[in-house]
């Protein structure tokens, strides 16, 4: 497609002022929940998935003077094949930020479980290195910080609902590998994006120049 020249010039405008959008971040966490007692959940391997579409736009973030975190509402899977389990939910990732504990993911909650009613991951680390940058808020934008299955530990939790609070059923620590990964948007996305901001510019405007 070949824009003419006032089309050009919407079009550079439209560029200039589109605010800068990052790739999704693609998030895999593999372990075994190990012998957490008495649940059909005792030494399963476990997978987790899910996709963050922007890391700089956090549904939440707190930010600044004991703890950062930014918040993603997000659709995540989790696999139990030794079951045959597999949850789609929706659920938030929470990246903390807390000195001296350092950095470690909240992941809250799996509902519709064959036992027990809500499974959470209340930390989440790797051994060595850093999730994210650790800005949130007035600290500046959040941004995942890409890993290769770095290994790590996880503590995790299932519970049940009751009148007096959620009750523990069972819960262990273990170790997991994490795996975050830049998914590129697709190029043909960005071209029709342009164009019809493109073509709303010409609508609006009577001239080719670019107002601040």
Sequence with gaps: MVLGPALRVFAFCGLAVAPALADPISVTISGNFGPGGSSVF?????TLNYLIPDSAMPSVTTCCDFQISATYDVNAQLDVPGIGLT???????????????????????????????????????????????GLAGALGTPVINPLNNAPGT???????FSPIGDIPIAAND????????SVPEPA?????????????LLRQRRTGNCRT
Excluded: C, H
Excluded at 42 to 46: F, G, K, L, T
Excluded at 154 to 160: H, R
Excluded at 174 to 181: E, L, N, R, S, Y
Excluded at 191 to 200: E, H, N, Q, T
């Design 174 to 181: 273990g170790a997991v590998t994490i795996t975050a990964t």
């Design 154 to 160: 996880a503590l995790w939790a299932l519970e049940q």
């Design 87 to 133: 949850l789609d939910n929706a659920v938030q990732v929470v990246y903390n930020n807390q000195a001296p504990l350092g950095q470690w993911m909240f992941i809250i909650g799996f509902e519709g479980l064959p036992q027990g009613d809500l499974m959470l991951w209340p930390i989440v680390q790797i051994n060595s290195g850093d999730l994210w940058n």
């Design 188 to 200: 043909g996305g960005w071209l029709l994006g342009i164009a019809l901001l493109a073509l709303g």
């Design 42 to 46: 005792d030494n399963q391997n476990y």
